[in-house]
T-cell receptor, first 116, second 112 residues
Framework: GAVVSQHPSRVICKSGTSVKIECRSL??????MFWYRQFPKQSLMLMAT?????????EQGVEKDKFLINHASLTLSTLTVTSAHPEDSSFYIC????????????FGDGTRLSIL | GENVEQHPSTLSVQEGDSAVIKCTYS??????FPWYKQELGKRPQLIID?????GEKKDQRIAVTLNKTAKHFSLHITETQPEDSAVYFC???????????FGAGTRLFVKA
């Protein structure tokens, strides 16, 4: 149980392109979804937290107009990297949590984004 | 603000030896402490967790201890195997909080 599906797994595109990443909880209702960015050999950097039907809460330093998050249902959240540039190249991982706060997060497989 | 410190950043052990990773947290209201294992290029996976009403929890070769007074918690891996090589993250969260705070990670190498 507690499967989170993230797509696509890999994106390579030109600078200026907008890229949408989907995160789906397959067998549970995700009250809260999280989006992380991970640089090589580094920890998970929380970008934003979203609750179903609400606006996302962004961490300090993360541009909300650059990284658009939509959590339209209890099973789907999307992250759109708008007008992506090479510095946006990274590994993006979503996670989902259902129910109470003190429950584990379940992670997607991640999306490796490469902007040329 | 809330913070979780994790040590060491890198740990190298011989196969069969034990490995210990330590974390400290700053928010005294933290009451849930999961540990995740992340292999290269893959998703973090929950390996064990502990809640604040328990001092120790064990699952086969993996154990976690919690000292609420000192705000320390540790992961113990016994009889390490090469497949234990990965990055391990500790984390802390609380009922009143909104998010889980992750440690910086420990890169574990198990040498055959």
């Amino acid at each position: 149980g507690a499967v989170v599906s993230q797509h696509p797994s890999r994106v390579i595109c030109k600078s200026g392109t907008s890229v949408k990443i989907e995160c789906r909880s397959l067998d549970f209702q995700a009250t809260t979804m999280f989006w992380y960015r991970q640089f090589p050999k580094q920890s998970l950097m929380l970008m934003a937290t979203s609750n179903e039907g609400s606006k996302a809460t962004y961490e300090q330093g993360v541009e909300k107009d650059k990284f658009l998050i939509n959590h339209a249902s209890l099973t789907l959240s999307t992250l759109t990297v708008t007008s992506a540039h090479p510095e946006d190249s990274s590994f993006y991982i979503c996670s989902a949590r259902g129910g109470q706060y003190n429950q584990p997060q379940h992670f997607g497989d991640g999306t490796r984004l490469s902007i040329l | 603000g809330e913070n979780v410190e994790q040590h060491p950043s890198t740990l190298s052990v011989q196969e069969g030896d034990s490995a210990v990773i330590k974390c400290t947290y700053s928010d005294s209201a933290s009451n849930y402490f999961p540990w995740y294992k992340q292999e290269l290029g893959k998703r973090p996976q929950l390996i064990i967790d502990i809640r604040s009403n328990v001092g120790e929890k064990k699952d086969q070769r993996i154990a976690v201890t919690l000292n609420k007074t000192a705000k320390h918690f540790s992961l113990h891996i016994t009889e390490t195997q090469p497949e234990d090589s990965a990055v391990y993250f500790c984390a802390a969260s609380n009922t009143g909080g909104f998010k889980t705070i992750f440690g910086a990670g420990t890169r574990l190498f198990v040498k055959a």
